[in-house]
């Protein structure tokens, strides 16, 4: 079975500090892992993914992640918060033919 | 513009009361699906569909229905819908019927069933 736990239903972060949202999955096959991002009152949108190849993922906005197979991490990162990052973030990973989300991390940035 | 429409984007109702939410892309996409997005639970899959006339349940299937007769509609039908199915509904296609494609998702629709 494939899964995704997100730590941390909320974080807070002052603007130009560095931006973590942790991300582990349970699965028994290599995975594809995402992390998709939602504005407020919008739809999702992807911010980077991992299919196979670098474990240093860049996506969007000056994010990026890490595949992390000894950990089952796919933890999200950004050196330097700004105010427009504040979203719900959620990670992802396919199971079947289906794409199984996080419960989601609401990224507050303060000024 | 590339994009996947929903309509209505919010719709208030009653127990019972049949509706249906439509979604469309203009992408050409093959690969569909509906998801409910509930506070503290993420988003969980409803139906998703390979092509036309191809569908199959996602996790949270019971109490919807839906068709896929043509490419780009795909539409979500609530024959009796009942308070617990109050929720943010998204829309998303994805370009082959690969699931590790890049999901495009629509604006939502917000329901809310009295």
């Known amino acids: 079975a494939q899964s995704v736990t997100q730590l941390g239903s909320h974080v807070s972060v002052s603007e130009g500090a560095l931006v973590l949202l942790r991300c582990n999955y349970s699965s028994s096959v290599p995975p594809y892992l995402f992390w998709y991002v939602q504005y407020p009152n919008q739809g999702l949108q992807l911010l980077l993914k991992?299919?196979?190849?670098?474990?240093l993922v860049k996506g969007i906005n000056g994010f990026e992640a890490e595949f992390k197979k000894s950990e089952t991490s796919f933890h999200l990162t950004k050196p330097s918060a700004h105010m427009s990052d504040a979203a719900e973030y959620f990670c992802?990973?396919?199971?079947?033919?289906?794409?199984?989300f996080g419960a989601g991390t609401i990224l507050r940035v303060k000024s | 513009e590339a994009q996947v429409t929903q309509n209505p984007r919010y719709l208030i109702t009653v127990t019972g009361k049949k509706l249906t939410v439509t979604c469309s892309q203009n992408m050409n996409h093959e690969y569909m699906s509906w998801y409910r997005q509930d506070p503290g639970l993420g988003l969980r899959q409803i139906y998703y569909?390979?092509?036309?006339?191809?569908?199959d349940k996602g996790d949270v299937p019971e109490g919807y229905k839906v068709s896929r007769k043509e490419k780009r509609n795909f539409p979500l039908i609530l024959e009796s819908p009942s308070p617990n199915q109050t929720s943010l509904y998204f829309c998303?296609?994805?370009?082959?019927?690969?699931?590790?494609?890049?999901?495009?998702f629509g604006p939502g629709t917000r329901l809310t069933v009295l």
């Open positions: 992802a990973v396919i199971k079947g033919n289906k794409l199984v």
């Open positions: 991992y299919t196979t190849g670098a474990t």
């Open positions: 998303a296609s994805s370009l082959r019927d690969h699931i590790g494609d890049e999901q495009f």
């Open positions: 569909s390979m092509n036309v006339e191809v569908t």
